[in-house]
C-alpha cells in the first residue's frame, strides 16, 4: 500500500468521508487512491477558493471534519481566503496540499515555493511529510488536532513521493482532544454575578449558539431576566421553532455600543470579549460599555453548552422549556418592486422548516437574519472572518453535508464574483442551493465607509473602484454558463414565484434580484 | 499630506502610473489618494487574482513597476497564485495590502492574520510600515527593490492609521541596483569554450530574449554553428520579424533530455540551469546531459544582452546582421473541424505585426508556439511560474501596457476559470485583447500524467476529478455575463472569420473553441 492509499484509509477510519479537490500533477496520487480506498467522495471544484469554502460549509453542518486537495503553492494560495473564514468559523478541515518530490525540490522548480509560510496564517497545525511511512501518523494527527476544540484548519504538505511509495498501511484515528469543563467554582461564581447584576446580557459564540446551548441560555433568561446576544457572524446558529429569540450584535461599533450600553454584567460563553470588526479613529477596539464587567463562563475551548446547563440548574431555572416565541404569522406581500424588506417578507412566507440559510448579503441584509425569532426552524450560517466569496463555495458544502435540507443562500454579487466558480459544482453535484444574488452593482459598504470617514462627494477614481454597474455583471448568464438555471427578478411577486419554483424542485437555481 | 498621498506621490515619482486594485475598508485612504495625486490609473478587479496577474503583464510589457491594491489577507491570499508567477517572471511588482489600524491589531478583529507570512513565499521584499512618516521611504525602497535586477515582487503592508495619519509628505525614488556587468575574463573564458565544443548551444532566458540579447546571440550561432534556445516559460520572448529561430526547451523531461542529448557546452545566459517542472521517478530532475559542461555568461542578475554582445566581440563575430528568417506564405487554410494544426494554420495567416501572443494553451498549444521563426514581429507572454489562470489576466495587463498592440490570449478552459473575472476589467477599459478559449473541457495534462504513471485506465473519482464536461461550461455565456462579446467556432474557417474581426474591431472578444 502507497502512501496515497494509507493517508486516505486513516482519514476514512478517523471520519472523513468528503474531499474538495483541485488537484494538479503531485497531487494525481492521492487522486487514484480515491478510487482504490472508495470510502471517500471527491468533489470537483474549479478554483481551490471553492474547496476550502465547501469543506468549511461541509464541516459545519455535518460535525465532521472535511478535506481539500490543492495543487502547491499557488492552490493553496488560491485557497487562502476561505481558509480564513473556515479558521474563524473553527471548522475542522484537513487541508492537504501536495508537493513536489522531495528529491526534486532542491533544483528549485517553477512551481515550488514556501508552503508552511502560506499555510501558518490559516491553520493551527502544519506539517510537511518526511517520509511515506510517516504519511498515516501525519494525517492522522492533523485530524485529531483539526477536530480538538475549538476546531479549525490543519494543513498536511504530501511531496509527491511520499504518496507513490510502499508504506506499512493506514493508522487508527487518533482522539482529538476533549473540551474544557467548567468547574462548578467558576458556574458559582458567574451566578452570583448575575444574581446580582441588574442589567446582564448572555454573550453566545460558537457552539453555544447550537440548540442546547440555546435552551440552556433560555432558562438561564428566564430565571434572571438577562439578554441573550450572538456574536456578529455566528459559524452555525439555530433558529426558529420555539428557540428563543437572540440578536446579534450589529456590525458598526457606534451601533453596538448602543447596543450594549446600560449592561452591567456581559457573560461570555464560547466566545471571546465583543470587538469592532474594523478599527475607526475615535472608536474603541472593545465594545464592551466602560463599567460592565466581562465574565468568562466557558471560552471557544470549552463544553459552553454544558456550561450553560449547569448555569441554569445553579440559578434554580426551571428545567420546563421557556415559553416557546410564537410561530409568527406569515407577513403580508406587498405588492410591486422589491427592497429589502419585500425579501425579508418572502423569506418569512416561504422559507420551510429545516432550511439552511447561507448570509453573505453584506449591504442589502434584510433585518429578518439579524434576529432569531418566530417563524420555523432554521439553520443560519455566515462569515466569521470577514473574507466575502464565502457564500457560494459554503451553500455547497452545506447541501453535501445535509442533501435532506434546502440551502437559500442570500449573497452580494461583488462577494459572490470571487467564487461563482462554486455554481458548476451545485450543478454537477445536483445541490438543492438557491441563490439570491442581491445585485446593486457595486461594492456599496465600501461607500458607506467612505461617508463615514468624511468623504463627501465621490472623486472619480473612487466612484469607479467601487461601482460594479459598468460594465453590467449578467448573472442570468453566469450562472446558465455555469450550468445552473437562473432568472431575474424585479418584483416582490416574481421572487415569491421563482423563490417557490427554486424551493419546489431538484437541483440549484439562481435567482438575479437586480436592487 | 496623509500617508496615502504621500504613498502614491513617492510611487509616481519611483514611475508607477497603474494600480491594479480590489480595495476593501482598510484600503479605502488609499483609494481616497488616487483622486488626490490624480498621476496614478486606479483599475478595478474583481478578484484579486486579477489584479496580481494584471500587474505581472504590465510590467513584463512597460518595463515598468505595476502596483496592486489589496485588502489584507485574505485578499492577498486571492493574489498568491498570479503574485507567484510574477516572482518566476521576474516582474517588478508592488503589492501594497492595507491593514487593520496598528492600534486595533491587538484585539485580534476577524479579518487579522499574519500578512507577512503570506508575502513572504512571492516577494523578495516584504515590510510593515510602522508610521504614518514612513510609508514614502517604505515605498521608495519597495520599489526600488522590486525593479533592482532580476526584478521581483516587493510586499508593502500599510495599516489603515499609517494611510490617514498626517506626514512630512512624499520623497525621491531610491535607483535601483544597476544589473551586473560581465568582466571580460568571463566573456573570454566563455569564448574559448565555445571556440573549443562542437556540438554547443546558448540556453537564454529572462532579459537575453529581448530584442538585444536575441540578435547578439544570433552572431554568435552564425559565428560559432551554435543553438539558440529558450527557457520552457519565458517572461517574455520577442519572435518573428527577423528576429532569430529559437527553440524552447520542451516541457517533459524526457523530450527535454533528446532536445539536449549530444550537447558539449551549455552557456547559461539570463537564466539558471534547465531543471525539470516536475520530479518523475527514475527521470533526473537536472536537465543538462552528461558530460555537457554548463557555462554562466550571465547570470538572471546580470545584464545577459550586454554580456552576449561582448560574447560575439570576442568570437569576432559579424556585426552585420545574421540573415533574417524570410517571411513565411501564410499556411494554407483547411477546410473543416478545427484542430490544434488548423489553430496554428490561422494563427500564422492572421496575426499582425506586433501582436502580443499569451500562451495558457496548455495541451492545445499549437506548435506555432514552441518555436520563434518566420512570421510578423510579436511578442509572446508565457507563465513562468506554472500557475494556471495566468492568462485572462496577464493579458489585461499588457493590453493596459501597450494600448496601441493587439493581444491574444490563447487559453485552455480549465485555466481561464481560475480567473474569467478579468474578462470584466477588459469590458470596463474597453482593451483589444482577443481571447481564444481552447475548450477541452477536461484537465487534459491531468490524463496525460496519470497516464505516464502507469494508470492505463481511470477509475471514477480519477475520471471525474479530471472531467469539465458535466455540466459543460458555456464560453460564450460566461463571456456575455461579463460584458464581453462572445462566439462559438469548430471549423478552420469560422476560427478565422472570428478571429479577423476580433482583431480589426475594438474592445475584448472571447472565442470558445471547442476541441
Redesign the interface.
Known sequence: MNGAESLWRTAAAAGIDICF?N????E??L??A???VGRI??V?C??E?VCSGAADGYARMSGRPAATLLHL?????????N???A??ARSAVLALVGD??T??R??????A???E??A???SRWVRTSRSPSGVARDAAEAIAVAQSPPGGVATLIVP??CQ?SETDGPLDPIAPEPPGRVGSAEIERVAAALRGARRAALYLGARALLEEGQRAAARIAAQTGCRILAET?PARLERGGGLPAIERLPYFPERAAAFLAGLELLVLAGVTEP?????Y?GLP??LTPAGCVLDTLASPQDDASAALEALADALGASRTPAAAASIAAPAELSDGRLDVAGLAAVLASTLPEGVIVIDEAATSRPPWLLRSGPGPRNTLLTV????I?MGPPCATGAALACPERTVVSLQGD?GA??T??AL?TQ??EQLHVVTIICANRKYQ??RV??QR?G?AEL????S?????S?????????A????VPAVRVETVAALHEALGRGLSEPGPLVIEWLV
Open positions: 479537490a488537484p494538479g500533477t503531485t494525481l496520487a487522486v487514484k480515491l478510487d482504490d467522495r471527491g470537483l474549479l478554483f477558493g503553492g499557488p492552490g493553496l494560495g488560491n485557497a487562502i481566503a481558509l480564513h473564514n479558521r474563524r513536489h518530490a528529491w526534486h532542491d533544483v528549485d522548480p517553477p512551481l515555493s514556501d508552503i509560510s502560506l501558518r496564517p490559516v509527491a513521493d507513490t457572524f470587538v469592532s470588526f474594523f478599527g479613529p477596539s472593545r466569521p472572518g470577514g473574507s466569496g461583488g464574483l470571487y461563482l466558480q458548476w450543478a454537477r459598504v465600501l465607509e467612505l470617514a468623504v472623486g472619480a477614481q473612487a469607479a473602484l467601487t461601482d460594479l459598468h460594465p453590467p455583471v449578467d448573472w442570468v448568464s453566469l446558465r454558463g455555469l450550468g
